[in-house]
């Protein structure tokens, strides 16, 4: 039976499925922010945990693929190294689930954050479609809109 599990969840099929999985997590935080099905399972550790569960299963079967880890360091050294890392489907399904966690984990902190200030969840929902686009630019523009909700600039809160 985990034999069965092993052969279904190929590469492809983890892909699809993380793209799927993640948006309900996404229209809660934009849609219904302040709801309870929203401080529940998207503002928690809830997604996080379910995206580094898929995370280290996929460093496994990298592992049990033979990838070797220790070229992931190359990344360092220049554009060409990048490109050759991104060549290989291994890294390439890691690095999209970091991103897709540090994605989300970013808009729950937003959706945590603009309730404190009470900001109305039209101005932003968005920074968060924003994020889910292009990422960094929607944090920029939360940042932006929350200096007036906050009537202040800190650069270290």
């Not at 309870?36 to 995370?55: A, D, G, H, K």
């Not at 890691?94 to 729950?108: E, I, P, S, T």
Request: contains cysteine; aromatic residues 22%.
């Amino acid at each position: 039976m985990i034999d069965q599990i092993y052969t279904f969840f190929t590469l492809e099929m983890i892909y699809l499925w993380l793209n799927l999985g993640v948006l309900p997590f996404w229209l809660v935080l934009i849609i219904f922010p302040q709801s309870q099905i929203s401080r529940v399972f998207t503002t928690s550790i809830f997604p996080t945990f379910i995206l580094s569960s898929v995370y280290i299963y996929l460093l496994y079967t990298s592992y049990l693929g033979g990838y070797v880890f220790l070229q992931n360091f190359k990344l360092y050294l220049g554009l060409s190294e990048i490109s050759n890392l991104f060549e290989k489907q291994s890294f390439l399904i890691l690095f999209w689930v970091h991103f897709l966690a540090m994605n989300l984990f970013c808009a729950g902190w937003i959706v945590r954050d603009s309730q404190m200030f009470r900001m109305n969840k039209f101005i932003v929902s968005l920074p968060l479609i924003t994020i889910y686009l292009i990422g960094p630019i929607g944090i920029i523009l939360y940042w932006l809109i929350r200096i007036f909700y906050a009537k202040r600039i800190s650069l270290y809160e």
